[in-house]
């Protein structure tokens, strides 16, 4: 694209930096400079990334929990 840099665009001089989540196109913010949008753009791919991670370990957190309270079932059947 013109601005150099990925998400950014330029609207009468006037830097937006969108990103594309499920589809749909997020606004993001502006700046008077390309790399001022692409700050932007780069904080919010992190955040989005980050945010992923954390879903990723609070379902492996989740599972471990599972995975416990089906051993202690099992060790208290055989304890029976």
Not at 23 to 33: E, F
Not at 41 to 68: F, H, S
Request: aromatic share 4%.
């Amino acid at each position: 694209n013109a601005s150099g840099f990925k998400g950014v665009g330029c609207n009468h001089g006037v830097f937006q930096a969108r990103l594309v989540a499920a589809g749909k196109p997020i606004y993001l913010g502006r700046s008077g400079t390309a790399e001022g949008a692409a700050l932007l753009y780069a904080r919010a791919r992190a955040a989005a990334a980050l945010a992923e991670e954390m879903e990723e370990e609070m379902e492996l957190q989740k599972n471990q929990v599972i995975n416990t309270k089906e051993l202690r079932v099992n060790l208290d059947l055989l304890q029976m």
